[in-house]
């Protein structure tokens, strides 16, 4: 298909009739991973979703043939595209819309969030429901993509989309996440073949994954943070976040369950058991401690999936 891009501000550059249906959906970004790995030469990574959302709207018209998006959006038009081209449908237009406050290049997920809403938009506006398994299919035929297409906390092959399972919802937990600045490309980071040192960490990463199932499987954050801070520590190896010990520091003073971050990102998170309350106490005390940090956030993590 052709793909046209238009401003949010400016009219449509054709006129396009007959619309067969529109939806709208959200996807949750994440903040970095709460392990990640490889399991029997497979890559997996662990999802963190959080209250943040990438909002996509798609309508669908029987005219034409062309994808119509706004600029900067070249992973979700092909999203639209490999959907339609699955779901069947070659001679359709459709009509993209993308609202992101998620930074880029951050490990955030932003892309993924793109991605995944894209999809499942598409394919609702076509009044199909897509699985979360087949939305993860098409997800990673176009990038590497996070598993917050699936519901709760996800184990998911980010490369291939060969292994999957979804581990439970979490547990109250809050996270208070810290960018100091800088950017990751997240495609060519994956494109480098780390397999040899993910397996010289395979012990750390294999405690990290044990502890993690057994936090949620009994709903204790401690062990989801200890988990998460094992990973976290491990993956220096492959990508050093020089501030990680700083921020580890702090997260030993306020009480948190530990520590996540963007295995191939900037972001830090430290995660707290929401059921003590003290979220937005430890919010002010970062904000007052990491004076030079570019972005300092208040989270929760949720369950993943699409919203509509």
Sequence with gaps: MNIQKFNHHSKLPRLLSNPIGTAVVRAPGVCGELAQGMINDHNFLITCPIDFFSRVEVTIYKSGSDIIAPPNCRKSSLAVDATLQDLGYTDVSAVLKVYNPIPRGKGMGSSSADVTASIAATALSLGCN???RAIANIAVSIEPSDGIMFPGIALFDHKQG????ELGNPPPMEIVAL???GTVDTVQ????DRSHIWKSIQGETDKALELIREGIHKGIPALIGEGATISSLASQSLLENIHLTDVLDFAGTVGAVGVCLGHSGTIIGILLDARQKKGKSVFN????TFCK?????HFRILGGGIRT
């Design 285 to 288: 005390q970062a904000r007052k």
């Design 179 to 181: 960018d100091f600045g």
């Design 293 to 297: 940090a570019s972005e300092i956030y």
């Design 130 to 132: 897509l699985s979360p």
């Design 189 to 192: 980071f994956n494109q480098v």
């Design 162 to 165: 060969v292994i999957s399972e």
